[in-house]
């Protein structure tokens, strides 16, 4: 009777998951340059390297759906970054450091719970015209959406031409509500060639300090030209921000002492403004240039430690095929004031790459 009861089982579930409609698929990007950087350290020395890609991180990872009926679906995605000249895995070496969550998705949009991209992350991906770059001196305007979150749960809806999204991550500190907390929410909207938006967000740290970002962008399409116009502010007691911008600098021995400030009485302030453009020469040949700015208040939580940052970059990217691109980029970076312990050495410095993606 057990024997058979047992078999009646597992033929109910084969049988069940034979009528399921599911799939897994594994993908990934492979993507290195070979970058040369000016004034890399505090003595003024220039850098050859091989690194990752230059708008895009290299990744691999598994997403899967299963049809659940009346258009519901559970969904799953994992996904892993490392980089390929060594072979490391990124996010401090986590397994799936760039995301990882199950969900439900259907006609009244997608709700994941599990570690995802910010919701600014996910709003300037699509309004930046590198789609938020993967080098410092192309992707640090976007330092200030913090990328991801852990212990989140997150709804996205598309109603036509409108686009919402709303997230909420969890401190998960006994005895504290808003300790390490997250949330965010930004909403978009596409009509014909153009499409604007705007994003908040908040994050706290482990003593409930807040860092803010906000922001709006707008995008026109014109024949094969694209062009994004778009602010983001900041306002930041935490000081992870100035500690992201200035670790580059601090790992490569920077001459420039950064000064011991208070966050908290003096947070740091960003408004950054940026102008680009995107343009399909040929089928296989797309140029993008962009320019962005930042006046910065309070700078490493110092009262009136103002400067300013200028960032401009030039991309061309060229397909070989549906999977495969090689592309060259230039990137200039200029600082004052304040801001210069962004940097080791002289205020300024220069990129150049080129490199090979394969998508997968």
Known sequence: MKKSALTLAIGT??????????????????????????????????????????????????KGAEALGNNLKAIFQLEN??????????????????????????????????????????????????????????????????????????????????NVGASYGFGEKAGSFTSSQYWGTRAAYTFGPFGVGAVFQETRDANGNKQQMWGASGKYSIGPAKVFLGYVGGKDRTGSVDASLNGDA?????????????FTANPRKDMIGYLGLTYQLTPALALTGVFYGDH???????????GNRYTGVLLAEYSLSKRTQVYGTVDYNKLTGGTQTELPGRNNQTGAALGIRHIF
Do not use: C, H, M
């Open 13 to 62: 579930l084969l049988a069940g998951s034979a009528y399921a409609q599911s799939s897994v698929t594994l993908y990934g990007i492979v993507d290195q340059s070979i970058r040369y950087t000016s004034n890399s350290n505090g003595a003024n020395d220039n850098q050859f390297q091989l690194t990752n890609g230059a708008i895009t991180n290299s990744r691999w990872g598994i």
């Open 81 to 162: 970054g490392f980089d390929p000249d060594t072979g490391r895995a990124n996010q401090n070496n986590s397994l799936f450091g760039r995301q990882a969550y199950v969900g439900l998705s259907g006609d009244f949009g997608t709700i994941k719970l599990g570690r995802q991209y910010t919701e600014g992350f996910n709003f300037f991906g699509d309004y930046d015209p590198l789609t938020i770059g993967n080098y410092t001196g192309n992707a640090w305007p976007f330092f200030l959406t913090n990328f991801r979150n852990n212990n989140v749960v997150s709804y996205d809806g598309k109603f036509g031409g409108l």
């Open 250 to 262: 601090l790992a490569a021995g920077s001459a420039n002492a950064v000064p011991a400030g208070n």
């Open 296 to 306: 910065v208040k309070d700078a490493n939580g110092v009262a009136n430690n103002a």
